[in-house]
């Protein structure tokens, strides 16, 4: 660790023990930080030899969600957090968006960003997108961002900025920007610049959307070097990228120290899905060849039904609101979008049914969880719903099964009872059935049976509508 980083560690450290100062914004600023395809073990607090001392640090000083649950996939889980309902409700429930295709996030689900941007706020994405991107409408100045900077698709090279067609996928807000440098390395660079000069009197809601240490897995050799111990390369270069998103929100804070906006920040972490490993189940990614995660004590990985996949690194932190300590409620990304408003004081505006309930008291005060289902996912094949302690992973396509688990008797899924639990599976498959006569059609399966037909022009981002 630099002497700059071990000197904002201490600040860190000392600001997050004052006491409040009086805000000077009407509403607190909230910086949102998101990591894609982290292990749940792969942090120090959960006992990694990764090294994550500011992560580490951070989520000492807030309260760490241990019962968490995301999306399959990052691009669901992005859209489950910005609009606080469930994918499946807006046909984003399959796979993700991938570099070439057409569909998005429909423009009449409300976002979170225009909820917060109505009310006063400055708006800021930096970082990664993936929820469409083939036409002007689907990007973030579009859906309520004042500042885009970042990539649009999922995976790129780190170093090229290029995404998996080979196209270059690097922004400032519309227009496509070249220069050289590390993405993790530049989104630091560009919160560090946005945030010295912002106004602290307006309030700020900044997106630090990571894609490390999701695959390609690159990282620079002066972060490479830390683990020269490690023989494996893909190993190596993990936990590499995952040091470079520590270094990256170490200097976010300072940032926010210096500028005197940290006392009145809250903030939220968490991987939009749990660690990528080889699977049975491809992401699309790139990354189901090389075993670099650990999710622990919890099984499987991205893109599967198990709890290494939905059960995700998380915590929040904003002095003198939320006490030091564990949750071990269960939450659902759905819950930040009612969750964020309730704790600054914006009041919500939903133009259809969330699903998302306010948790502000539980991670706040401690209270019970008011949730005791959650969907967590249902597609036209397979889905998953825990409803209290049992969980039911139904797999329809042939041959069909259901599985049941106690997750907590049995968290690593090892004991499946469905044969024990009759009754149980016959009313979990029976509430999951009734989630599935509500899901849309899936926008991805429509892709797929709708080919573009020659349609995609060089630039890949002014597709015109398909008939």
């Not at 999306?71 to 489950?80: C, D, E, G, L, V």
């Not at 690097?170 to 610049?193: F, H, I, S």
Request: a negative charge; hydrophobic letters at 40%.
């Amino acid at each position: 660790m630099s002497l700059q980083t071990r000197v904002w560690c201490a600040l860190l450290l000392a600001a997050l023990g004052a006491a409040r100062v009086a805000c000077a914004a009407p509403h607190p600023h909230i910086v949102y930080i998101t990591v894609d395809d982290l292990g749940w073990k792969d942090v120090g607090y959960h006992g990694s030899i990764v090294q994550t001392p500011i992560i580490d640090r951070l989520a000492a000083a807030g309260v760490r969600l241990e019962q968490f649950y995301v999306q399959p996939f990052s691009s669901q889980t992005r859209a489950a957090a910005l609009t606080g309902r469930y994918p499946m409700r807006y046909g984003m429930q399959t796979m993700q968006v991938q570099w070439n295709s057409q569909f998005g996030l429909p423009a009449d689900e409300r976002l979170l960003p225009k909820t917060l941007k109505e009310a006063g706020y400055r708006t800021a994405l930096l970082g990664k997108w993936q929820l469409g991107h083939a036409r002007k409408e689907m990007r973030p100045v579009q859906r309520g961002f004042d500042v885009f900077y970042g990539h649009l698709t999922g995976e790129i090279d780190y170093f090229k900025k290029t995404n998996r067609g080979g196209e270059h996928d690097w922004w400032q807000n519309e227009k496509p920007l070249n220069e050289p440098g590390y993405v993790t390395t530049l989104l630091a660079q560009q919160a560090v610049k946005l945030i010295a000069h912002h106004d602290p009197k307006v309030p700020l809601f900044l997106w630090l959307a990571f894609a490390a240490p999701q695959a390609p897995l690159q990282a620079p050799s002066s972060f490479l070097d830390r683990y020269a111990d490690v023989q494996d390369p893909h190993q190596r270069a993990y936990r590499a990228m995952i040091s470079t998103v520590d270094a990256a929100v170490g200097d976010t804070l300072a940032a926010l120290e210096a500028r005197g906006m940290l006392a009145d920040t809250l903030i939220v972490f968490h991987s939009t899905t749990g660690g990528a490993a080889p699977t049975k189940y491809p992401t699309g990614d790139g990354d189901t060849t090389s075993q670099t995660a650990s999710n622990g004590p919890y099984r499987d990985s991205k893109g599967s039904l198990y709890e290494g996949a939905l059960r995700a690194v998380a915590f929040a932190v904003w002095p003198e609101h939320i006490s030091a300590g564990v949750v071990n409620e269960l939450m659902h990304t759905v819950d930040l979008y009612p969750t964020i408003l309730a704790a600054v004081g914006v009041p919500l505006k939903p133009l259809k049914p969330l699903d998302g309930i306010d948790q502000w008291q539980t991670i706040s005060a401690g209270s019970p969880s008011p949730r005791k289902e959650v969907l967590l996912d249902i597609e036209d094949f397979r889905g998953a719903l825990r409803v209290g302690n049992w969980k039911l992973v139904h797999i329809a396509t042939l041959p069909s099964h259901s599985e049941l688990y106690n997750l907590h008797a049995d968290p690593s899924e090892e004991d499946n009872q469905v044969d024990r639990e009759p009754e149980r599976v016959a009313a979990l498959l029976k509430r999951l059935t009734e989630y599935a006569w509500e899901m849309t059609p899936s926008r991805y399966l429509d892709d797929l049976m709708h080919p573009h037909r020659g349609d995609m022009p060089i630039y890949w981002g002014d597709n015109p509508v398909r008939p």
